[in-house]
Structure formats: structure tokens, C-alpha cells
């Protein structure tokens, strides 16, 4: 490269490819764009498309469904995953997973609830108690068609499909109090299969048999006699006499596949267990107060005033005692304290039934009806009640995770798996799908 000076201009001249000069050469062009503008504009499109292709988030609750119900329509959640609805002078079947109807028949008649049992619908109109009264009307479950009448209540008991027609002196909880005869109905047809008659009134209640017997039927007459039927046959298996007590829907009651039942002792009230294949007394203890006794899984509880005991249904001993709780009971797989007695929805918390350890917080909370599966819905009025949130409760969160709020004059809540069905103050029966947020 050489240099030469003409006046005041200084020419530069290149002598060659020493320094590395492209073998091709262009026209060489001044740039006027800064260096970071070209990838601040990538950046901005990149984002842009993002966005654009983004959807916004789905919300936590999305109307599946709407009816329109009167004040004394009623509804119920199979476990079919359906919902039955009384709608204004009908009765439907709705897919809980679509929304869609599957059958939808006249029904004038007020009814009192409605259940399922074996492929059954079992309608129960407003009426008294006491035989004479056309109490029940079974209709499919897949068609909704008529299958049979029976003049009295039908129940079945847990563990079994048998269904049992009784005329009902009262009715609540688990057990049941009747009279007249106990009939042993043909699902198919409501053909009675047996009978056994009861000449007074009796308590009601199903009772677990020996391995895989499956379960059966016990009858507390008014004269005290115990008496287990084979739901089979309706044949008498065992008897025996028992003591005084307060037979009742809740007593006796069966834990840990036990007879407890609370009565008056020697000194006092007190629990006794029964073998319920021999009725044969195991132990007993003092009651403590015990107005209920109630299955909690691995333990018996017993609820009292002072709180409730968690004991081992099979010798008695106490293993747990939370002074601040008035009642538990299982939802599902779940176990939930509360801290007032009568089945209140105020909850104290989840817990483990074998220690009494509180596993989620539920202090100001109410529990939502129904069966949600693996976890629980709670809700809580905030803003002096103007507002009412819904949340989702489970073991492994720290405290419920608020889910969405629900619209003003909603109530009359129930769950089941990913929906939520409540009854509003406007007049409508309104179906939810959500997730539960992990």
C-alpha cells in the first residue's frame, strides 16, 4: 500500500492481497441502521406470534349445564356419573361428562329424594310414613321407564345389592327403624323374593357376615332380640338378647367390622363391641358422654360434647383424643373433623383417622356435599358475604387452593369428580366443569 500527497488531498492506493482481501469483491454499501435494531425486531415478532397463538386461559369454572327448577324440585348425582333432575313437572338423566340429556320423562309429583340401587331409580313422593302409603317407584336408570311400584320405602344397605322394601317408622342415617314385614324385592320386577315379618317396630341394619359372606341383615326388635338374616334367603342365622339402650338410626352402629352399641351399664352409659357372625359381647367401656358412634376407617369414633375418641374397634383402647371436635365422618376416601356436632358442614379439618392428625386446615371453610374423589370442594363467604369463594382441599396442600368464586344467591351445593352442580336463588340448577389445581 503506498500513499501519495497531491495539494491537500491524500490518496490511498492498494498494492495487493497481503492483508487478506476477499477473492470477489462488492459494491460497498453504508449501513444507517443501528447494530441492535435487526434483533430487538426478531425479539418483537417472536413475542408477537407467541401471543397471538397463545389461548387465553380457560377459567376455573365453565357452565356445562342450565335448567330452569322450582323451590321444591329436587336433584341427585349418581354414581354413573349422571345427574338426575326434577324440573318443573319432569324428571331427566343428564351426562355429568357431556352435559347432554339421556331420557327425560312426566313427573308431576313433588318427590321427597331421589336415590339409585341397582340399576334403579327410586323415587319417593312427599307422603307420611306407615304401610298403605304408595311410597316408591322404581324406574330404569339407563330408559327412565317404569319398572315396578311398591307401597312402602325400598333401601338397600351398604356392601349389598339387595334391595329391601320396609314401611319406615323414621327415617336417617344408616340405620332404620320399621314395621310390619321386611320384603326382599326381585330388582327386575319388584317380585318379593322373602319376607320377615315384624310384629312391633326394629331397627334396621346391615351387618358384615363371616370372609367373603358379603353382608347381611340385623333386626333390633322392640323387645331387644338381635336377630342376623341371610339377605340371600332372608333365613334367621343367630339371635340374641341385648340390653337396654337407645336404639335409634345411629345405634347401634357397625366399626371395623364390629356391633357397637351404646347403652347403660353397671355404673353408667357405656360401649359395648359384638361379634357380628356370633353376637357374642367382645368388650366393653365407659362411654364417656358418647352420644355417637361413628366409622372411621381404621378406628371407631365417638363423639361426645367434650370431643371426639378415636379407639380401636377391636379391643377398645383409645388411641387418639381432640377436645375441639364434635364429629367425624368419611367422604369418600377422606376423613373430615368437624367442630360442631349434627353433621354441620362448618369443618375443623382433614385428617388421618389412625392418629388424629390434622392433615389440611379447614377452620372457616364448609364442606360441598357429594363426592369429589381423591380430594374435597369447600367453600367460604368472604366480604361479609357478598361473595363466596369455592376451593379445592386435599392431603398434600398446605391449606385449600381457591379454585373461582361462585355468582351471588348460589347454594344447595353438591360435587362429584371435575364438576360442581349448585342451585341458585334465580331459579336455575347450574353444572360446573373444572380441574383441580395441583
Known amino acids: 500500500m503506498a500513499a501519495e500527497t497531491f495539494g491537500e488531498n491524500t490518496i490511498i492506493i492498494d498494492l495487493g492481497l497481503d492483508r487478506g482481501e476477499p477473492e470477489t469483491y462488492r459494491k460497498p454499501t453504508r449501513s444507517t441502521?443501528?447494530?441492535?435494531?435487526?434483533?430487538?425486531?426478531?425479539?418483537?415478532?417472536?413475542?408477537?406470534?407467541?401471543?397471538a397463538s397463545t389461548a387465553p386461559p380457560a377459567p376455573a369454572l365453565t357452565p356445562?349445564?342450565?335448567?330452569?327448577?322450582?323451590?321444591?324440585?329436587?336433584?341427585?348425582?349418581?354414581?354413573?356419573?349422571?345427574?338426575?333432575?326434577?324440573?318443573?313437572?319432569?324428571?331427566?338423566?343428564?351426562?355429568?361428562?357431556?352435559?347432554?340429556?339421556?331420557?327425560?320423562?312426566?313427573?308431576?309429583?313433588?318427590?321427597?329424594?331421589?336415590?339409585?340401587?341397582?340399576?334403579?331409580v327410586l323415587m319417593r313422593p312427599w307422603?307420611?310414613?306407615g304401610p298403605g302409603q304408595p311410597n316408591t317407584t322404581a324406574l330404569s336408570l339407563a330408559t327412565g321407564l317404569t319398572r315396578w311400584r311398591h307401597d312402602g320405602t325400598v333401601m338397600n344397605l351398604t356392601g349389598s345389592e339387595a334391595l329391601l322394601g320396609v314401611f319406615a317408622v323414621r327415617s336417617g342415617g344408616t340405620n332404620r327403624r320399621v314395621q310390619g314385614p321386611v320384603q326382599s324385592l326381585q330388582p327386575v320386577d319388584g317380585t318379593v323374593l322373602w319376607q320377615v315379618d315384624v310384629p312391633g317396630t326394629a331397627v334396621l341394619l346391615g351387618v358384615p357376615g363371616p370372609g367373603d359372606a358379603g353382608t347381611r341383615m340385623m333386626l333390633v326388635h322392640d323387645d331387644r332380640t338381635a336377630a342376623v338374616h341371610d339377605l340371600a334367603t332372608g333365613e334367621k342365622l343367630v339371635s340374641t338378647q341385648l340390653p337396654p339402650a337407645n336404639y335409634g338410626p345411629e345405634n347401634p352402629a357397625v366399626s371395623g367390622g364390629l356391633i357397637l352399641l351404646r347403652h347403660l351399664g353397671r355404673d353408667g352409659a357405656v360401649v359395648s363391641a359384638y361379634d357380628p357372625v356370633t353376637l357374642q359381647r367382645l368388650w366393653q367401656r365407659p362411654a364417656d358422654k358418647v352420644y355417637e358412634v361413628r366409622d372411621c376407617g381404621p378406628v371407631a369414633c365417638l363423639n361426645s360434647p367434650d370431643g371426639v375418641r378415636g379407639i380401636d374397634p377391636a379391643s377398645g383402647v383409645q388411641r387418639w383424643f381432640r377436645s375441639g371436635w364434635r364429629g367425624v365422618e368419611q367422604r369418600g376416601g377422606l376423613t373430615v373433623a368437624y367442630g360442631s356436632a349434627g353433621g354441620s358442614t362448618q369443618a375443623a379439618g382433614i385428617i388421618n383417622p389412625s392418629t388424629g392428625e390434622v392433615l389440611v386446615d379447614l377452620h372457616g371453610w364448609r364442606v360441598v356435599g357429594g363426592d369429589a374423589g381423591d380430594h374435597l370442594l369447600v367453600t367460604?363467604?368472604?366480604?361479609?358475604?357478598?361473595?363466596?369463594?369455592?376451593?379445592?382441599?386435599?392431603?398434600g396442600l398446605s391449606g385449600p387452593r381457591p379454585l373461582a368464586d361462585l355468582q351471588p344467591g348460589t347454594g344447595d351445593c353438591q360435587a362429584a369428580p371435575g364438576r360442581l352442580v349448585c342451585r341458585s336463588t334465580s331459579g336455575e340448577l347450574v353444572v360446573w366443569a373444572y380441574a383441580p389445581k395441583e
Request: net charge positive; hydrophobic share 45%; proline share 5%.
Open 33 to 51: 441502521v443501528a447494530p441492535w435494531f435487526a434483533p430487538m425486531m426478531v425479539a418483537i415478532i417472536v413475542l408477537l406470534v407467541a401471543s
Open 64 to 120: 356445562l349445564l342450565s335448567l330452569r327448577v322450582g323451590p321444591a324440585d329436587t336433584y341427585a348425582l349418581t354414581g354413573n356419573n349422571e345427574l338426575l333432575a326434577q324440573t318443573q313437572g319432569s324428571l331427566a338423566a343428564y351426562d355429568l361428562a357431556s352435559g347432554a340429556r339421556r331420557w327425560e320423562i312426566s313427573s308431576d309429583r313433588p318427590t321427597y329424594r331421589l336415590r339409585t340401587a341397582n340399576g334403579l
Open 380 to 395: 367460604r363467604e368472604v366480604e361479609a358475604g357478598a361473595r363466596t369463594m369455592v376451593a379445592v382441599a386435599r392431603p
Open 127 to 129: 307422603s307420611s310414613y
